[in-house]
């Protein structure tokens, strides 16, 4: 099915570029808050219905999906993004997978392994709170990863890729840029915050101290890895509202390029209505 040209505003402003937006711009869209939210509802129904019509081209049996795939430093927002982007449409048509550090048995695979049990099936939007990148950024960062075996799976990685794209699945890769200042707001807020006590992870402190490391770490995925069958987007994550709206317009612009169409029926709609109105109920 040949793609319908629909305009790509926002992913053509938040492709990855040289340099990365600052986490509290607004390079692209409103630029204050309440404009930000009036924007974000009026979405919800046009991905709620391109939504279903993708969803009801997989059941008439369509191959298409989409992946979203959603990385960032701790407290960027991975999980709000998926409550209140994804929540706007039918849970039946989305798959959702988090990866945290592998387990026994998944280390006992390769580290596409536990990936491609949670691709989405024909007609899903698949998202991934955070994906095989980690693989590449957490034995970088402790040093497990030499050169060699890095530039590996950036081959690796983008042949995967390649692969999903070429099945049908178009990979939308969204880096949610905060600032370490907002960071350290956001995880004063878990601690002072009984609610939020379940969201605290000792181990982020960790994963701050080596801050300049991580981030040297996905400019060079960026750089390797961001291709015209699967580009990186940088979503500026400091405001929460402006997060929300990013990733909802990527997803909005990739759907209505997808364009997808609600399948023909296998049957004669007319006979059925003539039928169902001489079909009474029985006692």
Same mark, same amino acid.
């Given at each position: 099915m040949a793609k319908k040209d629909t305009g790509s505003r926002v992913r053509d402003a938040l492709r990855v570029g040289a340099e990365l937006p600052d986490p509290g711009s607004t390079p692209v869209g409103p630029g204050k808050k309440p404009k930000a939210l009036a924007k974000l509802e009026g979405a919800g129904e046009r991905l709620s219905t391109l939504q279903e019509s993708l969803y009801a081209e997989g059941v008439g049996g369509g191959t298409r999906s989409l992946l979203l795939v959603l990385q960032g430093m701790d407290t960027s927002g991975k999980g709000g993004t998926v409550s209140h982007v994804l929540g706007l449409v039918n849970p039946m048509g989305v798959h959702y997978a988090a990866f945290k550090k592998p387990t026994a048995a998944e280390r006992r695979h390769e580290y596409l392994?536990?990936?491609? +049990?949670?691709?989405p099936a024909p007609g899903q939007i698949?998202?991934?709170d955070r994906s095989h990148y980690e693989d590449i950024l957490v034995p970088r960062v402790s040093g497990l990863l030499s050169a060699t075996e890095r530039r590996r799976r950036y081959t690796e990685v983008n042949a995967f890729e390649k692969e999903l794209t070429d099945a049908g699945t178009t990979v939308v +890769?969204?880096?949610l840029h905060l600032s370490p200042e907002e960071q350290l707001k956001r995880l004063k807020a878990r601690l002072e915050t009984p609610e939020k006590h379940w969201k605290y992870n000792p181990g982020d402190l960790e994963a701050r101290s080596h801050w300049p490391a991580y981030q040297e770490a996905y400019a060079d995925i960026f750089k390797r890895t961001s291709t015209d069958h699967a580009p990186w987007y940088v979503v500026p994550a400091d405001h929460k509202w402006y997060r929300n709206w990013a990733v909802a317009e990527l997803l909005l612009e990739t759907l209505a390029e997808l364009?997808?169409?609600l399948p023909e029926p296998g049957f004669d709609v007319d006979a059925e209505l003539a039928k169902l109105k001489g079909v009474g109920v029985s006692a």
């Open positions: 392994w536990r990936i491609r +049990k949670q691709l698949g998202v991934f +890769k969204v880096f364009d997808p169409v």
